[in-house]
C-alpha cells in the first residue's frame, strides 16, 4: 500500500518506479499533486480502484505506466488534453472498461499506447489508428 499522503510529503519527486511490489489498495489522490513527476511507473502490483479523474494534471508527466494490475473504471478524459506531453501510456491488463476515447489521438507526443487486455466496449477511433505507434 502507498500512504494517501504520499504525494503531499514528497513534493519535489520527479520519478516515481514502485513496479512489481506487490503492491495493493487503491492508488492514492495525493499522487496528483506531484507537479514535478515526469515518470510514474506502478506496474505489475495489485492497485484496484480507478484511476484519479485528475491524474492528467501532471503537465510534466511523460511516461504513465499503470499496466497489470487490477485498476476498473474508464480512461480519465484529462489524459486526454493535448497539452500534454505524455510520450508512453502503459494501461494493458487491468479491467478497464469504457469506449477508447477519440481524444488520446490529440497527445502530440505520444509514441506507445498500450491498452490491450482490458474490457473496452466499442471500436478503436479510426484517429488512434492513423497514428504512428509503438
Known sequence: TINDDFGRRHPMLFRLNLSSNQLTGTIPASLTELKNLDDLKLSRNYFRGTIHPDIGTLTSLKGLYLDDNELIGTIPFSLTRPELILSKLFL???????????????????????????????????????????
Open 92 to 134: 494493458q491488463k487491468n479491467e478497464l472498461s469504457g469506449t477508447i476515447p477519440k481524444e488520446l489521438a490529440d497527445l502530440q507526443k505520444l509514441s506507445e499506447l498500450y491498452i490491450n487486455s482490458n474490457k473496452f466496449t466499442g471500436t478503436v477511433p479510426k484517429e488512434l489508428c492513423e497514428l504512428d505507434l509503438n
